[in-house]
């Protein structure tokens, strides 16, 4: 339960976050607007961690942290594909 639902809480705006991703690339936006999701998510993280370690703290702050882990995969998920090159296109 503790590694479980911190999971399955981050899936649904890791995903979210990952289809942002995929369509900014699909629409041709600059660089920097495809990063944004993944670097938004990596801020993101970084202030739930904080939370979940200084103003929470004990098992609920715990379950912040494990939450801040697992959304990290899907920033960087989503970052591999906002650099990912389309290719030439005809």
């Known amino acids: 339960m503790m590694l479980g639902v911190p999971l399955l809480v981050a899936c649904v705006p890791g ?13 041709h936006l600059s660089l920097f607007v495809r990063l944004l999701p993944g670097i938004l998510t990596v801020i993101t993280s970084i202030i ?11 098992f609920e702050g715990a379950g912040y942290g494990i939450l801040a882990f697992f ?3 899907f ?16």
């Open 48 to 58: 739930l961690f904080y939370i979940g370690l200084v103003n929470i703290r004990g």
């Open 15 to 27: 995903m979210l976050v990952i289809l942002l991703a995929w369509w900014f690339r699909k629409l």
């Open 71 to 73: 959304l990290l995969p």
């Open 75 to 90: 920033a960087i998920a989503s970052s591999i594909i906002a650099i990912k090159n389309t290719g030439v296109q005809s």
